[in-house]
């Protein structure tokens, strides 16, 4: 991207991608076990694989798709993901597996109650996004963040959290306010 990137931006943008995705027909994508199926999804594509996979991640019936030896060597020169997940890093929810995915289909992003910083989170979505050409960017959040609880407390106290712990409160404030 040539311009500067603000959170509002990304954030309307991110909006905006969801919303036309899910308003532009359906159309099935090449065969999903091939080393380079992900090129060429379009956004509506994209969530149509995320939604299908949570759905088996739910129910339990996962398939576990590209994570064949195959599929590595086919990717150890180039990738292909087709969605940029930033996501929390809570270990209850790892992309991967509640979008039940596998290797080389998801550029993930994780960080403290998905927060987006002014350079590495949001040069990381930017990179996902221009170089590696995901058509679909997804906010993921969850139930019980740990984070975010965390800075609803040190805001209702009036305190401070340790070290760069406080830069999470911070990003947070405004939400919680």
């Given at each position: 991207m040539s311009k500067q990137v603000s959170r509002r931006w990304f954030l309307r943008s991110a909006g905006v991608g969801a919303a036309a995705a899910m308003a532009e027909p359906a159309t099935?994508?090449?065969?999903?076990h091939e080393p380079n199926s992900n090129v060429g999804l379009n956004p509506k594509q994209a969530l149509r694989l995320l939604i299908a996979g949570n759905r088996r991640w739910v129910t339990g019936?996962?398939?576990h798709p590209h994570q064949s030896v195959a599929r590595r060597k086919a990717l150890s020169h180039v990738q292909h993901p087709f969605a940029t997940i930033v996501s929390c890093i809570d270990s209850r929810v790892p992309p991967e597996l509640v979008f039940d995915r596998g290797i080389g289909d998801l550029a993930v992003i994780r960080?403290?109650?998905q927060v987006l910083d002014d350079g590495v989170v949001?040069?990381?979505v930017e990179f996902a996004s221009d170089h590696l050409e995901t058509p679909l960017i997804v906010i993921m959040g969850h139930q019980r963040c740990g984070a975010v609880k965390a800075a609803i407390e040190v805001i209702e106290s009036g305190g401070?959290?340790?070290g760069h712990i406080q830069s999470v409160v911070d990003a947070l404030r405004?939400?919680?306010a």
């Amino acid at each position: 991207m040539s311009k500067q990137v603000s959170r509002r931006w990304f954030l309307r943008s991110a909006g905006v991608g969801a919303a036309a995705a899910m308003a532009e027909p359906a159309t099935a994508a090449a065969s999903l076990h091939e080393p380079n199926s992900n090129v060429g999804l379009n956004p509506k594509q994209a969530l149509r694989l995320l939604i299908a996979g949570n759905r088996r991640w739910v129910t339990g019936r996962v398939t576990h798709p590209h994570q064949s030896v195959a599929r590595r060597k086919a990717l150890s020169h180039v990738q292909h993901p087709f969605a940029t997940i930033v996501s929390c890093i809570d270990s209850r929810v790892p992309p991967e597996l509640v979008f039940d995915r596998g290797i080389g289909d998801l550029a993930v992003i994780r960080t403290g109650a998905q927060v987006l910083d002014d350079g590495v989170v949001l040069g990381s979505v930017e990179f996902a996004s221009d170089h590696l050409e995901t058509p679909l960017i997804v906010i993921m959040g969850h139930q019980r963040c740990g984070a975010v609880k965390a800075a609803i407390e040190v805001i209702e106290s009036g305190g401070t959290a340790p070290g760069h712990i406080q830069s999470v409160v911070d990003a947070l404030r405004p939400a919680y306010a």
